[in-house]
Every structure is written in C-alpha cells, then in structure tokens.
C-alpha cells in the first residue's frame, strides 16, 4: 500500500491518519457487536464481564485487557510499534464512543442481527487498513504470532487457545454471549479478507 511503513515507528501523517482511521471503525464495529445485545466478539465478552464487577467502563476494561497483554510480550521479547500502541488507546476510546452513541439493542431481531453484522463488516474494513500501515501487530495479534515463534504450535491453534480462554474468562464474570459472538467467529475471517482485497484494489486504483 502507498501507506505501508517500513518500520513499526516510521511515521508519516497520511499513514497515521490510514491507521487511526482503521482502528476507529474497528472500535466502532464492535461496540455495535456490544449493543446488538446477542452477544459480544469473545474479547468484548470478557471486557464487559470485567466492567460487570469494576467501576471499569467496558471501553475502560478493554484498554486493562489489551495493557495487560501487552505485559506477556516482555518474557516474549515481542518489540510493539507506534501501531501497538495505537491499538491499545484509540479501540478502547471507539469502544466506549460507540456504546454511548448507539442505541441500545434494537427492538426486533432482525435489526439486532443487522447490528452484528454492521459491525463485524466494519471490524473487517477497519482490520484491513489498520494491518496495511504496517506499524506494528495489536496486543493479542503479537502475543499469537510470539507464541507461535515460542512455541512451534501452529498459528490458528494459538490463535484459538487465545480467543477461547478470554471467551471462558468473560462468559465466568457475566459477559454477553451468544448469537452474535458465534457470527462474529464465523464471518469475521472472510470479513478482513475481503477488506483486504478492497483496499488493495482501492489503493492500485489512487496508483494508476
């Protein structure tokens, strides 16, 4: 992409704007997901678990979660970028502007499940512009791929060992799940990436 960097902190104003774009609407998309009320992404099932027994806000809970994480790439020896960092500030600020501004659960199912899928849609988009900076991994992002190099287990199964003990986690504490956490699982693979192909298409059209 045009925007690409080339080192996790080689920042441009155009790629930083690319990249607090993405992670806005990745915010965003979730706290749709959240106010589907059918059920959360699995990390937003224990964020919301944790704000059920803190004064925490579940946007305030993300960003201890994604801080916490963040702790497990030391004894790793992940390095975070400027994009790291990012994530960990601007998701859960979308996060908790999302769940303020969007109504709560709607009243019919169908428009619930229009919400999840808004959102899962948006999470994609939101995935594939924040990943294209190249500006470092997200919290959980770098813990699964330094996993992976720790331990030689493969990648998804990581990745899966991950998104179930936090689903465990906050379903134990109270948080949300359902409906829309299986439909997020489900579609949000091919979700970023098809964004993905978008935005490469979108960006070799600004090219030509």
């Known amino acids: 992409m045009p925007w690409t960097a080339h080192s996790r902190w080689s920042l441009r104003l155009d790629r930083v704007l690319v990249l607090y774009f993405g992670l806005t609407i990745f915010g965003l998309g979730d706290s749709l997901i959240i106010q589907s009320h059918i059920g959360n992404a699995p990390w ?12 925490l ?12 994480v963040l702790l497990f790439w030391i004894p790793l020896r992940e390095r975070p970028g400027f994009g790291t960092i990012s994530n960990l500030v601007i998701i859960a600020i979308a996060i908790q502007i999302g769940v303020t501004i969007f109504p709560v659960s709607p009243k019919f199912f169908a428009d619930q499940i229009l919400y999840v899928l808004i959102g ?26 330094a996993l992976h190099k720790k ?8 990745r899966l060992a991950i998104e179930v ?7 134990a504490l109270g948080g949300r799940l359902g409906l829309g956490t299986a439909l997020f ?12 192909t978008i935005v490469r298409h979108f960006a070799a059209t600004e090219r030509a």
């Not at 937003?44 to 004064?55: D, N, R």
């Not at 003990?165 to 379903?171: D, E, N, P, T």
């Open 57 to 68: 806000s579940i946007g305030a809970a993300t960003f201890l979660i994604s801080a916490v």
């Open 120 to 145: 899962i849609a948006m999470v994609g988009i939101g995935s594939a512009f924040y990943i294209t900076c190249g500006l470092g991994p997200g919290p959980r992002d770098g813990l699964m791929t």
């Open 151 to 158: 331990t030689g287990i493969r990648i998804g199964r990581v």
């Open 185 to 196: 699982a489900l579609l949000i693979g091919n979700s970023i990436a098809f964004s993905l």
């Open 165 to 171: 003990s936090a689903l465990l986690v906050g379903r």
């Open 44 to 55: 937003s099932v224990l964020a919301q678990g944790i704000s059920f027994h803190t004064p």
